[in-house]
Structures are given as C-alpha cells and as structure tokens.
C-alpha cells in the first residue's frame, strides 16, 4: 500500500493489483487522511512491514513550513 506524494506515485505502479503486503509511506501529505492510515493500520496489525521512504522530519513548500508524519 503505497502512500507517497503524487509526483512519485507512478514509480510504484508496477507493484501489482493483488492485496498489500506492505505500507510504504514516503511524504503522502494528502493520502494521509483516516480512510487510508486506517487501511495501512489493519495491514500492519495483521504483520505487514512498515517501509519508511525519507529521512527528513520537515521541508519547505511555497515558502511555509511542513512537518513530515514520522516519529520524533
């Protein structure tokens, strides 16, 4: 289950349509809404891995500020 920003989304079309395995999370901004950290939840609770892309916890966007969702 991929939750990435829409600019890198295409990278990770090839992933296959069969069921997740996995949740990649790498700067979703929008994509991280209840619907989907729901989803990536349930995947995780029943043992899938949490495959974190990035290592930066901020950046800059239009000029303001932006925390990214990873823990501190």
């Known amino acids: ?12 079309d090839d992933l296959g ?4 395995d996995c949740v990649l999370l790498g700067d979703a ?8 950290l729901n989803k990536a939840l349930e995947l995780l609770l029943e ?15 239009e000029g303001t500020g932006c925390w990214m969702p990873v823990p501190f």
Do not use: D, K, T, Y
């Open 29 to 36: 901004r929008e994509q991280l809404n209840f619907a989907n």
């Open 17 to 20: 349509s069969g069921p997740p």
């Open 47 to 61: 043992g899938a891995p949490l495959i974190g892309i990035g290592r930066n916890r901020r950046f800059r966007e």
């Open 1 to 12: 289950m991929p939750l990435v920003h829409p600019a890198i989304a295409p990278l990770f």
